[in-house]
T-cell receptor, first 110, second 113 residues
Framework: GQQLNQSPQSMFIQEGEDVSMNCTSSSIFNTWLWYKQDPGEGPVLLIA?????ELTSNGRLTAQFGITRKDSFLNISASIPSDVGIYFCAGRAAGNKLTFGGGTRVLVKP | SQTIHQWPATLVQPVGSPLSLECTVEGTSNPNLYWYRQAAGRGLQLLFY??????ISSEVPQNLSASRPQDRQFILSSKKLLLSDSGFYLC????????????FGSGTRLTVV
């Protein structure tokens, strides 16, 4: 079956830093999505990507649909404390259910 | 606009007791519906999905079952809870063409004691 490898599994951010995370797939996807989950809540859709090479921003967040259609990345610029949470990538091949990555847990540096 | 409701928000149940979690969607017709479980700090595990009334697909054999008695109602059940059933349960929906992403409910935190 399809698998998504999301990395890193966790990261520490310092306010003002830019951070990146990515997902790679063993197969081609037609859609890439990025979600954020705050503690005790359901994941919320941040960005949706539908074309290879597409680069889309949502405020300080930027995501790209990889040219090979097997990867995607999410960048957070000038991070702030409320950026903490779990970020999930998700991909969909035509007609299939979403496949979710294992998540990247973003924490604040002590 | 479409909304998804999931309840209860938290639940503490003894081992061996039954379970019923309910999810309803408003403002859409014939949605695809999903139940996920999430262990603490971990990823999303798909448990069941449904593309229509009475149509249930199970992804993982386990102690749980799902039912869809109405178009916009999805129920997760168990006859006898196990300690390992503890977790955060999420319901999600998408429009039936599956062109966009899932919209998740706010989740139910289940603790089996």
């Amino acid at each position: 079956g399809q698998q998504l490898n999301q990395s890193p599994q966790s990261m520490f951010i310092q306010e003002g830093e830019d951070v990146s995370m990515n997902c790679t797939s063993s197969s081609i996807f037609n859609t890439w999505l990025w979600y954020k989950q705050d503690p005790g809540e359901g994941p919320v859709l941040l960005i949706a990507l539908y074309k290879a090479g597409e680069l889309t921003s949502n405020g300080r967040l930027t995501a790209q649909f990889g040219i090979t259609r097997k990867d995607s990345f999410l960048n957070i610029s000038a991070s702030i404390p409320s950026d903490v949470g779990i970020y999930f990538c998700a991909g969909r091949a035509a007609g299939n259910k979403l496949t979710f990555g294992g998540g990247t847990r973003v924490l604040v540096k002590p | 606009s479409q909304t998804i409701h999931q309840w209860p928000a938290t639940l503490v149940q003894p081992v061996g007791s039954p379970l019923s979690l309910e999810c309803t969607v408003e403002g859409t017709s014939n949605p695809n519906l999903y139940w996920y479980r999430q262990a603490a700090g971990r990823g999303l595990q798909l448990l069941f999905y449904s593309v229509g009334i009475g149509q249930i697909s199970s992804e993982v054999p386990q102690n749980l079952s799902a039912s869809r008695p109405q178009d916009r109602q999805f129920i997760l059940s168990s006859k006898k809870l196990l300690l390992s059933d503890s977790g955060f349960y999420l319901c999600a929906w998408e429009e039936d063409r599956g062109l966009y992403g899932y919209t998740f409910g706010s989740g139910t935190r289940l603790t089996v004691v």
